[in-house]
């Protein structure tokens, strides 16, 4: 896996100032999402960033900016962008659009449910652009062989802010929550590290290494490749406003030994149950090129961990 593809792919940016959120009129933000509780309990940081994909499917309607930074090797790049999301359950729809631009290249990136297809709309840099699609028909019946029981929407096993945090949630564990402000408001400051079997499927050179007593550093990580995750959610509406990855950057072999941020995805000038235009969500691509990666896509899926 190319962990820079991924922090492109992902929109990951260190920014400053106005991560706020506003509600519809009358419509309280504990109504959408259950408010934080004593993070001193060794369970509640995961139950917090439970709880904020749960209160992603759940809400009504968001609508959010974005903003980015990722850092690859000697090269920087910085983003902006957009996300709409409406309605629950089978009805949910989102669109998520950002652009990365270094000095030279440009990487474009839109997500788009329209309900019946996602589309998932790639332009890096100077390669040709890419447009694939899966039947959210087929993911919600595939879905069914899990036996959840009572769920969301599908978007948690399809795509957009709510895929991205549940993977992060597969690939890490959380062990910290420390109460924290974020341009003035009170976060929950969330730590994650390598699930270890996770970690070892995914470097299976080194899972004997990983898997041993004395484990791996930072510095054994490939470029690139990120050593632990933060989040910063908000204490009252359990929303995901920042995800931060965290590596030692440079070529191999490093003599750092501290982490450092090299990633960043920002929601900000967030709007809770607002109402979202709809055309937001109509997308009809060429069909020249089009791929359609269903059947990759299912096989990729997982019963997610409770």
């Known amino acids: 896996m190319r962990w820079t593809a991924l922090f492109a792919a992902c929109g990951v940016v260190i920014v400053s100032g106005g991560a706020g959120v506003a509600r519809a009129q009358g419509g ?18 995961e ?9 992603l499917s759940k809400a009504e309607s968001i609508s959010a900016r974005v903003r980015q930074l990722a850092r690859v090797g000697n090269t920087v790049l910085k983003g902006s962008g957009r996300y709409v999301q409406q309605g629950t359950g089978r009805e949910q729809r989102f669109r998520l659009e950002t652009r990365l631009s270094s000095d030279t290249e440009t990487f474009d990136l839109l997500e788009v449910c329209d309900g019946l297809f996602f589309w998932n709309y790639r332009k890096l840099g100077m390669q040709p652009a890419t447009v694939q699609r899966v039947d959210v028909q087929r993911v919600h019946e595939h879905l069914e062989t899990f036996a959840l029981g009572p769920r969301g929407s599908d978007g948690p096993y399809v795509g957009g802010v709510q895929r991205m945090l549940t993977l992060v949630r597969e690939w890490f564990r959380f062990t910290a929550a420390t109460a924290d402000e974020l341009d003035g408001m009170q976060v929950w400051t969330i730590e994650g590290s390598w699930h270890k079997p996770m970690l070892a499927m995914i470097l299976p050179g080194q899972a004997e290494a990983i898997n041993g007593a004395a484990g791996i550093t930072a510095a054994d990580l490939p470029e690139g490749m990120p050593w632990s995750v933060r989040l910063a959610i908000g ?50 691509p060429a069909i020249d090129g089009l791929i359609d990666v269903t059947e990759q896509h299912l096989k990729e899926l997982a019963r997610p961990r409770q």
């Open 47 to 55: 139950r917090i960033v439970a709880a904020a994909i749960a209160g």
């Open 235 to 284: 204490r009252r509406e359990l929303f995901p406003f920042r995800i931060e990855w965290l590596a030692i950057p440079g070529p191999r072999p490093v003599t750092a030994t501290t982490p450092e941020v090299v990633a960043v995805l920002e929601l900000y000038d967030v709007h809770l149950g607002e109402p979202v235009d709809a055309t937001a969500f109509v997308y009809k």
């Open 28 to 45: 309280a933000a504990g109504s959408v999402y259950q408010r934080g509780a004593d993070a001193n309990d060794a369970g509640q940081p």
